[in-house]
């Protein structure tokens, strides 16, 4: 399998009023082509930071990161990933359909094609029919998965996403996690995924990545050997527990210095 | 309309003391009045009067207290004295005559719309400067806030006299006063709207590789919009009280500015009140236009009306 992401080294230290903060320490990582990736630690311990660094929104003091070969900054220019925040950003001003539409105007594609691209970017989410309404007229779910399809309108191989489902409730999470795994089987995409959940990061990974703080580092790569097929109840699962037992240990190893 | 009530109570409670503050606000001059049509009157010179006040009079002489509605030329004249000097001018004359409200009405109008286009256009103007150019950012705000600092009225005739000087007269000086007042409120306005996109929104138009140019349209523009209308409001009546400011120290001729000063000058409080009630009225329609036309953009935009 080629490499879609790789990060030698990389060091990132924010200049701030309180002194320098070291977000990132030493990252090494190699993510191929179709992975889905986890990036799995407490609050401070730079997952986030080094999702913006493979995005380019960050730009690291050392080390070398590359996503398809190029620069993080060439990849954005190239338009190489969809990235899918906290919070679903959807413009109250613009429908569902408008809002999936905005990457597509601003990337130039034809009008025919942009309609063409939101039918099929709403079908799979499942929010066919639900192109008219208005951001305020869906639920917070309905919304976030809205801001997925706008990440996937324009059919890049990158989904990098950003806790995306940190503020919905574990039930409408569990449903969205499933959907995201068909989604995913189906587009054959490398995805990026930050997450406080460890049930969430076992369930949906075939690589975690535990991160931990002060500096940000990561303490351990865990290849999941789950097969791609993963019903709900996978979780019960003998080596679901493992692997879940496993990320637990790497995340309190790294708290040790606490 | 669950507001109507609170609101026509409180409009009865303004007429109320209105109506009841006639009464000692004009006993003097009625007193005078009834004197000279050959009624008893106590005290009996205006010189002893002048040592009571208007409650006090009312008190000597209660049955001089309808008379106090009646004055050609009261100090407060009452609702009534108002409301028919409205009627007679805004209805009863033709709207060519010198006379007629909605002649002079018109005349405000046309300068403080004018006013209020030139100042919307600079306020927004400028707000994007502010916006998209730090030198800008550093150096405009002050001096937009020390404009508005210098009473108006200090201002307004030298801007006259000086556009005037140099042959500009008429609608446009009373314009650029209007424009003086209304850019103000659209500038701080708009200044908040076109920043009120937060980091996450800014984030995802750099991932689409957007350029400034679609930032501004796609999402600075349109977030603005709500911040807009809550300017213009501010910024339309603004705009009505600097026209009429404008007509005030230059002996305009026409306007409801040169309604009041008219009414001041020959002693006809009437004219002057009943200008005032009318500039007020064409105010508060503005600013309900202005209501509406949020009400509908915002609800096509998909956002509830703030």
């Known amino acids: ?258 | 309309m669950k507001s109507v009530l609170p609101i026509l109570s409180v409009i009865a409670a303004i007429l109320l003391f209105w109506v009841l503050s006639v009464i000692p606000m004009n006993m003097h001059l009625t007193a005078d009045q009834a004197q000279r049509d050959g009624l008893v009157v106590s005290p009996e010179t205006p010189a002893e009067r002048q040592t009571y006040s208007g409650l006090g009079l009312v008190l000597k002489n209660p049955g001089l207290i309808s008379l106090t509605y009646t004055l050609e030329r009261p100090r407060l004249p009452s609702p009534h004295q108002v409301g028919v000097e409205m009627w007679d001018t805004i209805f009863a004359k033709k709207i060519t005559s010198r006379r007629s409200l909605v002649y002079h009405g018109w005349v405000t109008l046309s300068a403080t719309l004018l006013g209020f286009a030139i100042g919307t256009s600079l306020g927004i103007l400028l707000a994007v400067g502010i916006v998209y150019n730090r030198a800008m950012d550093m150096s405009v705000m002050p001096w937009a806030i020390a404009s508005q600092t210098i009473p108006i009225l200090a201002l307004a005739p030298m801007i006259i006299v000086m556009l005037g000087s140099i042959g500009i007269q008429g609608l446009f000086p009373k314009a650029v006063i209007s424009a003086y007042l209304s850019f103000f409120p659209v500038v701080v306005g708009m200044v908040k709207g076109l920043r009120s996109p937060d980091e996450m929104q800014l984030d995802l138009l750099r991932t689409y590789h957007a350029s400034p140019t679609q930032g501004f349209w796609k999402l600075r523009l349109p977030a603005s919009v709500p911040y807009l209308f809550a300017s213009l409001k501010i910024g339309i009546s603004a705009s009505l009280v600097g026209a009429i400011v404008a007509e005030l120290p230059t002996g305009a001729r026409a306007g409801f500015g040169a309604r009041m000063l008219v009414g001041d000058q020959y002693g006809q409080p009437i004219v002057t009140w009943a200008a005032l009630f009318a500039a007020a009225i064409t105010a508060a329609a503005l600013v309900g236009l202005f209501s509406a036309i949020e009400r509908l953009t915002l609800r096509r935009m998909g956002m509830q009306a703030a």
């Open chain 1, 1 to 258: 399998m080629s490499t879609t992401i790789q990060a030698t080294q990389l060091d990132l230290t924010f200049q701030t009023n309180d002194g320098p903060v070291h977000a990132l320490k030493d990252v090494n990582l190699e993510i191929s082509k179709g992975d889905f990736v986890s990036f799995i630690g407490p609050s401070g311990c730079g997952k986030t930071t080094f999702l913006r660094c493979i995005a380019g929104l960050e730009t690291p003091t050392g080390g070398d990161i590359t996503v398809n070969g190029m620069t993080p900054d060439e990849a954005r220019r190239a338009r190489a990933y969809g990235y899918v925040f906290q919070a679903a950003g959807l413009y109250p001003w613009r429908t569902i359909g408008g809002n999936i539409k905005l990457p597509l105007e601003i990337m130039g594609f034809s009008k025919s094609e942009q309609a063409e691209r939101v039918k099929r970017v709403l079908e799979l989410v499942d929010l066919a029919g639900f192109e008219k309404k208005f951001p305020w007229q869906l639920s917070g779910g309905m919304q976030q998965r809205a801001s997925i399809a706008r990440a996937l309108a324009f059919d890049a191989d990158i989904l990098l996403m950003d806790e995306p489902f940190g503020a919905l409730d574990e039930i409408v999470r569990d449903h969205l996690n499933e959907q995201l795994l068909q989604l995913w089987a189906r587009t054959e995409k490398t995805i990026g995924f930050v997450t406080h959940s460890i049930p969430e990061a076992v369930y949906l990974s075939t690589k975690i990545v535990v991160m931990s703080p002060r500096p940000g580092r990561i303490t351990d790569v865990i290849d999941s050997p789950l097969p791609k097929d993963r019903p709900l109840d996978i979780r019960d699962s003998k080596e679901f527990i493992e692997i879940a037992h496993r990320v637990r240990d790497g995340l309190r190893a790294g708290h040790v210095d606490d």
